[in-house]
């Protein structure tokens, strides 16, 4: 079974400055994808980053990038120039390619952004 | 393209009720996933369906179940309510279901038991 650790359960940053939200996980599949949503207090879930497992090259979204360690089971995210409207729940997630539709969430990080 | 879409976004039922909570994909999407969240154990996986069928099942009981209609508009049962069933319940769809394919969710329905 995969498992997925988000170490840091609240997290705040100043608006304008960079942030990273950790996430360990532990599988012994070699084809997955990995995840980093977002859950802005009473709104609904939002994608904001993907990773394939296959490639080397960490993705990056605008603002959101991450830094995925396949070796070392790591994949965090790091916000730059955090806004107001970052302040939300973070989830990362993982799908095995042999697990159809089932995503594996963290317990997730609260982000405040503050001025 | 509309989102994904739940209704009701709120209920309040006692135990021992029953409640029914309805997804609809994101057109041309034919897997629905439902997963439950609560503050102590998080984000959980209850099931999935792809083309009517219940392709994969997360750890609950039988009280939970679901059902996908041709369209690919989903339904979720829980029978017997329990307290401990109160919960934000998200669907989310994807094209085939597959890791591949980005799972986008709809904004919940919020079950309060009573």
């Known amino acids: 079974a995969q498992t997925v650790t988000q170490s840091q359960p609240e997290m705040s940053v100043q608006e304008a400055e960079t942030v990273t939200l950790s996430c360990t996980y532990d599988?012994?599949?070699?084809?997955?994808?990995l995840f980093w949503y977002k859950q802005p207090p009473s709104r609904q879930m939002i994608l904001v980053i993907r990773?394939?497992?296959?490639?080397?090259q960490n993705a990056t979204e605008n603002r959101f990038s991450v830094n995925f360690q396949k070796a070392a089971k790591s994949f965090s995210l790091k916000i730059s120039d955090s806004q107001l409207g970052d302040t939300a729940m973070y989830f990362c997630?993982?799908?095995?390619?042999?697990?159809?539709?089932?995503?594996?969430f963290g317990t997730g990080t609260r982000l405040q952004v503050t001025l | 393209k509309a989102g994904v879409t739940q209704t009701p976004r709120y209920l309040i039922k006692t135990r021992g009720q029953q409640v029914t909570l309805s997804c609809s994909p994101i057109s041309g999407h034919r897997s629905v996933s439902w997963y439950q969240q609560t503050p102590g154990q998080g984000l959980q996986f209850l099931f999935e369906?792809?083309?009517?069928?219940?392709?994969n099942k997360g750890n609950f009981p039988g009280r939970f179940s679901g059902r996908q209609f041709s369209n690919s508009r989903s339904e979720m049962n829980v029978s017997t309510l329990e307290l401990g069933d109160s919960a934000l319940y998200l669907c989310?769809?994807?094209?085939?279901?597959?890791?591949?394919?980005?799972?986008?969710f709809g904004p919940g329905t919020r079950l309060t038991v009573l």
């Open positions: 989310a769809s994807s094209f085939s279901g597959r890791g591949a394919d980005t799972q986008y």
């Open positions: 599988t012994s599949e070699s084809n997955y994808y």
């Open positions: 369906y792809f083309s009517e069928t219940q392709r």
């Open positions: 990773q394939e497992a296959y490639k080397q």
């Open positions: 997630a993982f799908i095995s390619t042999g697990t159809a539709s089932k995503l594996t």
